[in-house]
C-alpha cells in the first residue's frame, strides 16, 4: 500500500485528533443537556402534579367528587402541549384521562395505590416522563393525580443544539487542518532540507552540510549526518591517496620490470643464432612468455575497466593450438613432478576471445593440479563441443578440493596451496568474462570444467582485432 508523504499524515493526524475531542466534547455536552432538560421537565411535572392535588382535596370530599371534577382539572391549570393527565381511584381504577394511554396506571402512581388490584400491569414508559401526586384529605386518601410530558419536545430541543453546534465543528475541523498543516509544515521542512543535503552527498558533493543547529531531535539527525559526510569525506581522501600510492607503485616496479624483460628477449634472440633446433623451440617460448611478461608489466599502466578480469583482445583463437602451447609449458615441470601430462582436443574448437586470458586461465589450472598431484600420478587436459559451447576439463589423480570449501574455492583469498587464493578466482573471472562458467565437477580427484560459448558475444573490457 502507497503511504502518504509526512506531511499529509501530520496534518490528517491533527485533524483526526481534533474530531475526536470534537465529537467527544459534543456527546458530553448533549448527554449534559439531556439530563438537565430530564430532571427540568421532571420538576416542572411533579410542582403541577402537586398544584392539582391540593386544589383537589380542597374541594373534592371523596372518591366520587374527584372523579366528577377531574375533567375539570385540564382546563383550570391550562395543559402544555405534549402533557397529559390522569386520575386514578386508591385501588388504580381509572377515573379521568385527558389523552388515552390506557387504563393501566405507571410505575410512579403504583407505589400510592392504598389497594392495587392484584397482578395490575404497568402502563408503558418509553416516550414519556411520568410523575404522580397522592390526594388525601384528613389522612384519608382519595386518589392519585398522574401527569405526564412527551419526550418529544426534548428530543427537538437535542436536535436543535445539535444542529446548532455542526458549524461550530465544522470551523473547528477547518482550523484544526489549517493549524495541523502549518504545524506539520514546520516540522517536515528542516526534514526537506536534510534530504537534499542526503542526496547532494550521494550525489558525489561530499563538501555539502547541514546548517540545522537546534537541539532537538532533527537537529542532532544534521549533526549526525554532518559526521557522516565528514567521514566519508576523509576515508574517500584515503582512498584516493592509496590509489595514486598504488599506481606510482605500479609505475615504479613496472619500470624496473622493463629492463630485465628487454634484457631476456635481447639474450634469447642472441642464443637463437647459434641453438639447435630443441634449443631453439625452448628460446620461443622464452620470448613469448617475456613479451606476455611485458605486456602485463604495461597493463599494470593503464586502469582498470569495469568488470573483474577484463578482456585486452577479443581475436580468433584455435584452443587445439592454444591447449598444445600450455602443455608444452608446463610438460618440464609435470616431468620434474613426476606427473604424467596429457591432453586430447577432440574436433577444431574455434572461438573468439582474449587469447592471453584463457591461458593464463589454463597454467593455473594446471599448476594448481600438479601441485596437489603426488609423483605418479597423472593431469589430464581435455577439450571438446556441444552445440553452443566449448568445454575444456582439467582432470587430476590428486585428493581432490577440500569438501569443506565449497563454493569458496572461487573467491579471491581462498588458497588451496598455501598461496594468495588468486588462481581458482581468476579461472572463474576470466570464464564469465569471456560469457562462460568455471565449475567443479564431483568425482575422485579434483576436476575443473570451463564451458566457453562459440557464438560471439559482449565480453567485458575486450577490444577486437
Known sequence: MRRHSLLTRLTLSHVLVTLAGTTLLITTLLLLA?????QATQADLASRAQVMALYAAEIAPDSA?????AADLPRRFLLEPGMALRVFAPNGNLLFASSDLGPFPSAAVRPLLTSPLPLQPLARETDRRFVAQAVTRNGQPLGVIELSQSIARERKLLTLLALALLPSTLLALIGAALAGHLLARSLVRPLTRLRHVATAIAGGELQTRSDDRSHDEIGQLAAQLNRMAD????????????ATARQEFYRAVSHELRTPLTAIRGMAENLEDDATPEQRAALAVIQQEALRLQDLVE?????????????RHRQALDIAVLIDEVCRIMQPRALRAGVALHHEVQGKLR?????????????????NALIWTPPGGQVRLSAWRDATTIRIQVRDTGPGMPPQLGERVWERGVSTSGGQGLGLALVREVAQAHGGSAQLLPGAGATVELRLPVAERPCAGAQTT
Open 351 to 367: 572461438m573468439r576471445g582474449d587469447r592471453d586470458r584463457l591461458k593464463q586461465a589454463l597454467l593455473n589450472l594446471i599448476d
Open 299 to 311: 597493463e599494470l599502466l593503464r586502469p582498470r575497466t569495469t568488470g573483474p578480469s577484463p578482456l
Open 231 to 242: 567521514e566519508l569525506q576523509a576515508r574517500l581522501a584515503e582512498v584516493e591517496r592509496l
Open 65 to 69: 367528587t374527584l372523579a366528577a371534577i
Open 34 to 38: 439531556g439530563a438537565g432538560l430530564r
